[in-house]
């Protein structure tokens, strides 16, 4: 609830009364009189908590307000603590904190000066045994933290221990947003190695520094003890803190927390954490939720890590599996198959020696007449043989995916990813380099197929700090059609620039419209505007940047009257208009005052309605638009009182349904909607527990909902929900996990709002990102110019992927053109002979007007060759003339029968046709077999060309295409 709790928490304190009733227990709420205690910062997203640069950015006062929040939030079950004694955790480790306190200065200046940094390798200079893992060097940060195998510079902002998010494998003595040494304080960071084998220790101080909000001097050190004993000290302390005090193993699922995110030390104090000696077996599986798509046919491979963490010697771990579909478990290499080698009748890993890891694979394989939707939940454990009540299990899920198209940024790699889906495989691409670490990423499929893919990135320019927004566009198949691009270069702003939260948008006509945050500041005033901007289908500028908002008013959090925007937003209507929404946050003096405001513009970047606000409760927030038919677009956003609410407005600015709300409780979060093929609309949003979904019909009045999907993956809140269609009409929702931001989830619904495939992991990491405006997911169609609610989108699908059409250009159908003939000759012959049938070359004297040098030549004189067609007059065949609707249904029963093929006597079904029409009885044999109903009620319109839409439903009729 990361969005929705800390927005509420650091700006709509107004509101606290009200919110108290509807947060769970141990929810931090605002004062109730927010002049006197709470300032007015700004509303954040959650990707912020992975933005160095602009959490620096905020006042000291707003850097301790959100600090506070989302220590609040990230505690959902906070410990009362610190306690005398604590433990043991699921290791074994306990803690005491009433021993002796004994400081030991440490003698060698590191070097490791500023805010934020990190030492190299530091040998510890005698093996230390940490979670059942021998150590001999590790890193150390100006922020208090000590880990192993990899550093990490951030500081705490409120960390549960054990938590799997990263930061994992470390020694947490005093975490905190600290600096060292110049420019911020005289201190610096010893360490020292002091003692003989087998009491040997190795100390680290932290000597004089403060926090990052400026604090005073203070000192505390972690000393590491040969025998897996840690000594935490607290020589004095600032007046102010929050800090994170405990340890942690190497996946995060064990660990023993001391304090966390707050205050509650004292000073001179010393806690001691013991490393337990008994003989115990142990088993230490890596990871213990996973999922992923799955291809029809195809099989998934989960790899999963088991180590032995014991200290009684090797172990061998029996491997226990449970899944509907066939699983087989395989050793390292992924071929060999793992066997029963202790001779107790079950498989298990092999032995493996105390401190070491065995790689294994669960292969699951997805049935071949598994269809979209199709899932399955399993579960592999794991468990020690000397003592079998050691054991952990390993949670897997699985589907097969419906069409869409995923972005994110994995900390894996640092890479902005795009991700196709579909049931035959999945595909990830890059648009970056790795390392790159994009946020507030935003996709839309161009009408060319291709997906204009939009993020902000952060930088310094001597003394400034400068967001960007960037660009690229990628083919379908992973190919760089716009490298990236910024659209606007702020490398000679004079004042902190930040361009940011990029919402991104498609018009009909190939125009890209693109809305976004430009925020100014310094350190104590701020300037905020939303901007737009149009590029053409190459990426191209062509109108903008432009002021949305056009606010000239300089201020801070508490200068009153002064507008700051926030979550910009934009559809494009199907009349070629751009509707582009954002919300106002302003200080009146009784309190701060959020409204959703919206404005639209035309293609060429004019404006049609000025901008204005559609909520005057004072409580709106997190707007977010989306397409639907008829000119309009649906509007969704949250409030803390009734939510989510939704109204539609019209291109020209006029509101066609009123505000209206869900009714869905006080817990949610994200909320994203989607029009749907059959003219309704679905909306979706996050909770505690899952997700929520509502469908609305045809005249967007409620018709089914709220459905509620619980995700057992996930312990925390879901957000971030992107939801779009395929032509299937199926409702596909995609979101991130709260908090820990370490799995990206799935789930699957019909037209009617029933859950097809229950909410499930499809991509996890120590970290992993996407959207937080709903364009974390865009449709996967065959051809941009047919989007899934097209009316003949899944019959042209069908004939793409029966190989009869490649489109009429690259990436698009032109649904809508009219068939010539030429082009009929070629549709009819593959679908009678097939997708790779090529005719005879042409000869060029079959016809006086197709040469053998026309692109069809081949495939006309080879319909005239079958039978199928005698041309349009004596001796020509018209390649270019339309095909009408009437010479179309001959051209289709003789190529389903044969050119001796002679229909039944007409009756008039049609009353456009009579019965003496020339092909009034291969027009009624057409729709007796069910290829056509006509144009109209009781009509057929023969003379009517047919359109390409048209062609590709009477072809996968007539042929029975798949």
């Known amino acids: 609830m990361f969005t929705k709790r800390l927005y509420t928490l650091i700006t709509l304190a107004v509101t606290a009364a009200l919110l108290a009733a509807s947060l769970p227990t141990g929810a931090s709420i605002a004062q109730e009189n927010p002049q006197d205690s709470q300032p007015n910062c700004p509303p954040t997203d959650p990707t912020s908590t992975q933005d160095p640069n602009f959490i620096k950015s905020l006042p000291p006062e707003c850097r301790k307000a959100y600090r506070q929040s989302v220590s609040s939030e990230q505690q959902a079950d906070p410990q009362p603590g610190p306690f005398s004694v604590g433990g043991p955790d699921a290791f074994g480790y306990t803690f005491d904190n009433t021993v002796a306190y004994s400081w030991i200065s440490a003698s060698t200046n590191s070097g490791i000066v500023g805010d934020d940094a990190t030492s190299g390798l530091v040998n510890i200079g005698f093996n230390f045994p940490f979670y059942g893992i021998t150590q001999s060097q590790l890193y150390f940060s100006t922020n208090g933290l000590i880990t192993f195998g990899e550093g990490y510079n951030w500081g705490s902002w409120g960390y549960n221990i054990p938590a799997t998010s990263a930061p994992n494998n470390f020694i947490a003595p005093f975490w905190d947003d600290l600096v060292v040494g110049s420019s911020y304080n005289s201190g610096a960071i010893y360490y020292s190695q002091g003692g003989s084998a087998p009491n040997r220790y190795f100390v680290i101080e932290w000597r004089n520094i403060t926090t990052f909000e400026g604090s005073s001097a203070f000192s505390f050190e972690a000393i590491l003890y040969e025998n897996g004993d840690i000594v935490v000290q607290q020589q004095s302390l600032p007046a102010s803190y929050y800090s994170t005090v405990g340890i942690e193993n190497s996946v995060g699922n064990e660990g023993l927390q001391y304090l966390s995110g707050t205050s509650g030390l004292s000073a001179p104090k010393a806690i001691r954490f013991y490393y337990p000696t008994a003989p115990t077996a142990r088993v230490l599986v890596s990871p213990l939720e996973a999922g992923s798509f799955a291809a029809i046919s195809g099989n998934v491979n989960f790899m999963i890590t088991v180590t032995n963490t014991g200290n009684m010697g090797t172990d061998t771990y029996d491997l226990a599996s449970a899944s509907a579909w066939p699983v087989t478990l395989y050793a390292s290499d992924g071929t060999t198959a793992l066997t029963d080698t202790d001779a107790d009748t079950l498989i298990d890993t092999g032995p493996i020696p105390q401190e070491a890891s065995a790689t294994i694979f669960a292969k699951f394989d997805a049935p071949g007449d598994a269809q979209t939707g199709d899932s399955n939940a399993a579960t592999v454990t794991v468990t020690s043989s000397l003592d079998n009540s050691k054991t952990k299990t390993v949670n897997v899920s699985m589907s097969v995916p419906a069409r869409f198209t995923g972005i994110f940024e994995d900390d894996t790699d640092g890479a902005m990813s795009l991700m196709t889906a579909n049931p035959s495989g999945q595909n990830t691409y890059k648009a970056t380099a790795d390392g790159y670490y994009g946020y507030n990423m935003a996709t839309a499929q161009t009408r060319s197929g291709s997906y204009l893919y939009a993020w902000n990135r952060s930088r310094n320019i001597a003394n400034y700090s400068v967001t960007e927004v960037e660009y690229a566009i990628i083919g379908q198949n ?229 459905v509620n999907a619980v995700n057992p993956h996930s312990s925390t809140y879901n957000t971030g929900i992107s939801v779009t269609t395929d032509v299937s009409g199926h409702i596909i929702i995609t979101w991130a996990e709260g908090n820990s931001y370490q799995h990206l989830f799935y789930a699957l619904a019909d037209g009617t709002g029933s859950i097809i495939t229950s909410p499930m992991p499809y991509r996890s990491s120590p970290g992993v990102y996407t959207s937080w405006n709903g364009l974390g997911s865009a449709p996967y169609t065959k051809f941009g110019d047919v989007p899934p609610t097209y009316w003949a989108a899944s019959w042209i699908e069908r004939l793409a992927n029966a190989g009869i059409t490649g489109g009429c250009g690259t990436g698009i159908y032109c649904p809508d053109d009219s068939v010539t003939r030429a082009q009929m000759a070629v549709f009819l012959l593959k679908g009678i002979h097939g997708s790779s049938y090529s005719p005879p070359p042409a000869t060029g004297g079959v016809f006086g007007d197709v040469l053998s040098s026309h692109w069809a030549a081949a495939w006309i004189e080879r319909l005239f060759a079958e039978g199928i067609t005698g041309g349009c007059g004596t001796g020509i065949y018209c390649p270019e003339d339309t095909v009408t609707r009437a010479q179309m249904a001959v051209f289709l029963l003789k190529a389903k029968y044969g050119t001796s093929y002679a229909p039944p006597p007409a009756t008039g079904d049609f009353s456009d046709v009579a019965t003496n029409h020339w092909a009034a009885a291969w027009i009624e044999q057409l729709a007796a077999e069910g290829i056509t109903s006509g144009c109209g009620t009781g009509i057929y319109c023969p003379e009517s060309p047919v359109t390409r839409a048209q062609m590709a439903v009477f072809l996968v009729k007539t042929f029975n295409l798949p």
């Open 478 to 706: 992973g190919s760089i059609i716009r490298p990236i691009t910024k659209l606007i270069d702020n490398s000679s702003v004079t004042t902190s620039t930040r361009d940011f939260s990029p919402s991104v948008t498609v018009a009909p006509n190939g125009t890209i419209g693109l809305t976004w945050r430009h925020y100014l500041g310094n350190s104590s005033n701020h300037n905020d505007n939303i901007y737009f901007a149009t590029l053409d289908s190459s990426g191209n500028l062509l109108t903008g940047p432009t002021s949305i908002t056009n606010n000239t008013a300089w201020g801070n959090w508490d200068t009153l009257n002064v507008p700051f925007y926030y979550y910009p937003t934009i559809a494009a209507s199907d009349d070629n208009r751009f509707i582009i929404g954002w919300e106002e946050y302003k200080n009146v003096g009784s309190g701060v005052v959020p409204n959703i405001w919206y404005t639209t513009r035309d293609t060429a970047g004019a404006s049609v309605f000025t901008p204005s606000a559609l909520t005057s409760d004072n409580m709106s927030f997190g707007p977010v638009l989306n397409s639907l038919t008829g000119g309009k677009a649906i509007l969704t956003w949250l409030t803390d009182v009734g939510g989510p609410y939704y109204a539609v407005v019209n291109s020209s600015g006029s509101v066609s349904k009123a505000t209206t709300s869900l009714d869905a409780g006080t817990i949610y979060y994200s909320p994203d909607a989607v029009v749907l093929a059959n003219g309704k609309v679905a909306i979706t949003w996050g909770t505690d527990t899952g997700i929520g979904l509502s469908i609305l019909n045809s005249s967007y009045a409620l018709e089914t909902g709220p």
